[in-house]
């Protein structure tokens, strides 16, 4: 891949025609009442476009579409390998337009471009693909009935689907939605983040020159309390599928009720254990993940792993690795190749970021490293990583997801208060355990109440496995073919034989 240098994009930047209007029903347009919302660069700290503030007007308009086209069928009764082939040529049409969705990412979001070329970007490309390649792949079943009845179990697309999505991975995330949803056969509603619509904005004329009828895919840019509201509370709507935080997720749940029961699943925030065994494999390895699984993306990740459990005899020896991996991570401008941390995602969250550390050193932990130090926190947003040592799990810093590059240390001495550290808590994303122990890592497994666990490794995977999880981190779960089933209803067909 090329990655380029800082002129290229700076220029590439100056350059770029930012597509700032809501698509409904196959066109770009104003929004209803013609308001339009800042968007800025956190990086430059600017203005970068202003986009159309999509309302409830803008929604209803959307949604009709949606219904008009589900029922008709252009899309959602059309074969198997029709949507197939057109989900492909939307994703071609995307890798055509790779670095141009990469640098709408990074200037909207502050992250590496390194990282949206590398990752974002052909996240979100796979996971189109491969919902495109599998939808001509999935069988209905027939029930073992008696002879004298046959019973037909198939799933259709349940119909409107409503996708809410946040800005810290702004096109992959829209993407793990899209991809079943539309493979499906549904019609759907791309709500992204207020902070990170343009990406969602710019994909959807790709989506029609892809091939994709009107109204089988609108992008309605706003904020949570307009077009958002107006969504989960919309009763022509049958799915809300969500990615945010946990307090949205819970008003999402009471607006379905207060509604038409619309189907809600939610993936929401996480406080992930991380736990290293003195039996550690590979010392150095666990320190490069641990450091990569709180400090990528500024932090801003659902399933960071926050919280580092270090067994006590390899605490002095693990940090000390561990502070010389946290050091490769040099906030920079987020435009030059060679960053690796960018800016957090705006000035307000990198407060409520220093607000955090600032509770930890009220709580009584140890800053082992402090990020503030960074020369480049006089600009505003940037943030360096950030160390924790000394912390008690009844912390705020160890509890509250902190959603920046704040890590918090606690050590243990035994395998049951391992799990025990790692299991107190609302949330249950992710874990990893570090162990040569195969006995060890299978008890530990089954016991973690996450949904995903890593052992030996943090946040490894790809579109074949369910990524979602347990207690107040949500309800089902996006990729993998599990993911078809938030999206799909089961019928069953029973037919009497004569
Ligand atoms: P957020 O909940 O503030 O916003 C998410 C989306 O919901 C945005 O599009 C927002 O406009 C919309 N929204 C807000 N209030 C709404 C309302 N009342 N009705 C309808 N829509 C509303 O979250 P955020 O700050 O954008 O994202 C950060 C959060 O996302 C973190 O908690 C993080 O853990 C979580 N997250 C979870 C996963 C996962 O897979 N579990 C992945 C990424 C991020």
Same mark, same amino acid.
Request: hydrophobic share 40%; with cysteine.
């Given at each position: 891949?090329?990655?380029?240098?800082?002129?290229?994009?700076?220029?590439?930047?100056?350059?770029?025609?930012?597509?700032?209007?809501?698509?409904?029903?196959?066109?770009?347009?104003?929004?209803?009442?013609?308001?339009?919302?800042?968007?800025?660069?956190?990086?430059?700290?600017?203005?970068?476009?202003?986009?159309?503030?999509?309302?409830?007007?803008?929604?209803?308009?959307?949604?009709?579409?949606?219904?008009?086209?589900?029922?008709?069928?252009?899309?959602?009764?059309?074969?198997? &390998?029709? =949507?197939? !082939?057109? +989900?492909? *040529?939307? #994703?071609? /049409?995307?890798?055509?337009?790779?670095?141009?969705? @990469?640098?709408?990412?990074?200037?909207?979001?502050?992250?590496?471009?390194?990282?949206?070329?590398?990752?974002?970007?052909?996240?979100?490309?796979?996971?189109?693909?491969?919902?495109?390649?599998?939808?001509?792949?999935?069988?209905?079943?027939?029930?073992?009935?008696?002879?004298?009845?046959?019973?037909?179990?198939?799933?259709?697309?349940?119909?409107?689907?409503?996708?809410?999505?946040?800005?810290?991975?702004?096109?992959?995330?829209?993407?793990?939605?899209?991809?079943?949803?539309?493979?499906?056969?549904?019609?759907?509603?791309?709500?992204?983040?207020?902070?990170?619509?343009?990406? &969602?904005? =710019?994909? !959807?004329? +790709?989506? *029609?020159? #892809?091939? /994709?009828?009107?109204?089988?895919?609108?992008?309605? @840019?706003?904020?949570?309390?307009?077009?958002?509201?107006?969504?989960?509370?919309?009763?022509?709507?049958?799915?809300?599928?969500?990615?945010?935080?946990?307090?949205?997720?819970?008003?999402?749940?009471?607006?379905?009720?207060?509604?038409?029961?619309?189907?809600?699943?939610?993936?929401?925030?996480?406080?992930?254990?991380?736990?290293?065994?003195?039996?550690?494999?590979?010392?150095?390895?666990?320190?490069?993940?641990?450091?990569?699984?709180?400090?990528?993306?500024?932090?801003?990740?659902?399933?960071?792993?926050?919280?580092?459990?270090?067994?006590?005899?390899?605490?002095?020896?693990?940090?000390?690795?561990?502070?010389?991996?946290?050091?490769?991570?040099?906030?920079?401008?987020?435009?030059?190749?060679?960053?690796?941390?960018?800016?957090?995602?705006?000035?307000?969250?990198?407060?409520?970021?220093?607000?955090?550390?600032?509770?930890?050193?009220?709580?009584?932990?140890?800053?082992?490293?402090?990020?503030?130090?960074?020369?480049?926190?006089?600009?505003?947003?940037?943030?360096?990583?950030?160390?924790?040592?000394?912390?008690?799990?009844?912390?705020?810093?160890?509890?509250?997801?902190?959603?920046?590059?704040?890590?918090?240390?606690?050590?243990?001495?035994?395998?049951?208060?391992?799990?025990?550290?790692?299991?107190?808590?609302?949330?249950?994303?992710?874990?990893?355990?570090?162990?040569?122990?195969?006995?060890?890592?299978?008890?530990?497994?089954?016991?973690?109440?996450?949904?995903?666990?890593?052992?030996?490794?943090?946040?490894?995977?790809?579109?074949?496995?369910?990524?979602?999880?347990?207690?107040?981190?949500?309800?089902?779960?996006?990729?993998?073919?599990?993911?078809?089933?938030?999206?799909?209803?089961?019928?069953?067909?029973?037919?009497?034989?004569?």
């Amino acid at each position: 891949m090329d990655f380029h240098d800082l002129q290229y994009w700076q220029q590439r930047a100056r350059a770029l025609e930012i597509e700032n209007r809501l698509f409904i029903n196959g066109r770009y347009q104003q929004a209803a009442d013609g308001a339009q919302f800042a968007v800025e660069d956190p990086a430059g700290q600017r203005e970068l476009v202003r986009v159309a503030q999509g309302d409830e007007h803008d929604v209803n308009q959307a949604v009709s579409a949606a219904r008009e086209v589900f029922e008709r069928g252009d899309w959602s009764q059309s074969p198997p &390998a029709k =949507r197939k !082939a057109t +989900l492909m *040529k939307l #994703a071609d /049409l995307m890798e055509q337009h790779h670095e141009e969705l @990469a640098l709408l990412e990074t200037l909207d979001t502050g992250k590496p471009i390194r990282h949206s070329l590398r990752d974002d970007i052909p996240g979100a490309i796979r996971s189109l693909r491969w919902y495109a390649e599998a939808i001509d792949k999935v069988y209905g079943e027939i029930a073992p009935t008696a002879q004298d009845a046959l019973a037909l179990i198939e799933r259709e697309p349940v119909g409107v689907v409503a996708a809410i999505v946040p800005w810290n991975f702004p096109l992959l995330l829209a993407c793990w939605k899209l991809g079943p949803a539309l493979a499906a056969g549904n019609s759907v509603i791309l709500k992204p983040s207020e902070k990170s619509p343009l990406t &969602a904005l =710019r994909i !959807a004329g +790709l989506a *029609k020159e #892809a091939g /994709l009828p009107d109204g089988v895919l609108s992008v309605i @840019a706003g904020f949570g309390q307009g077009a958002g509201q107006a969504l989960s509370r919309h009763p022509d709507v049958d799915v809300l599928t969500f990615t945010g935080s946990t307090r949205t997720a819970k008003q999402l749940l009471k607006d379905s009720g207060d509604s038409n029961m619309k189907r809600v699943w939610l993936e929401a925030g996480g406080k992930s254990a991380n736990i290293i065994f003195a039996d550690c494999p590979d010392l150095h390895k666990a320190a490069a993940n641990a450091a990569a699984g709180i400090f990528y993306n500024q932090g801003q990740v659902c399933i960071a792993g926050t919280r580092l459990l270090v067994e006590e005899s390899i605490k002095d020896e693990f940090l000390a690795i561990l502070h010389e991996q946290a050091q490769t991570f040099r906030p920079g401008n987020p435009l030059d190749p060679e960053t690796v941390m960018g800016t957090l995602i705006d000035a307000d969250h990198c407060e409520k970021v220093n607000e955090y550390i600032a509770a930890g050193l009220a709580e009584g932990a140890n800053l082992y490293l402090d990020g503030r130090d960074h020369p480049q926190g006089e600009h505003g947003s940037y943030l360096g990583p950030t160390i924790f040592t000394e912390v008690r799990n009844s912390m705020r810093i160890a509890r509250e997801e902190i959603f920046g590059p704040v890590l918090a240390v606690t050590t243990f001495t035994t395998e049951q208060e391992a799990l025990t550290l790692a299991n107190d808590s609302d949330y249950g994303l992710g874990a990893a355990i570090w162990t040569r122990d195969l006995s060890k890592a299978h008890r530990m497994s089954r016991r973690l109440k996450a949904g995903l666990v890593f052992v030996n490794n943090y946040n490894d995977g790809d579109m074949t496995v369910p990524f979602g999880g347990y207690k107040q981190s949500g309800n089902g779960r996006d990729k993998s073919l599990h993911a078809m089933e938030k999206f799909t209803e089961l019928k069953t067909i029973w037919i009497s034989l004569e």
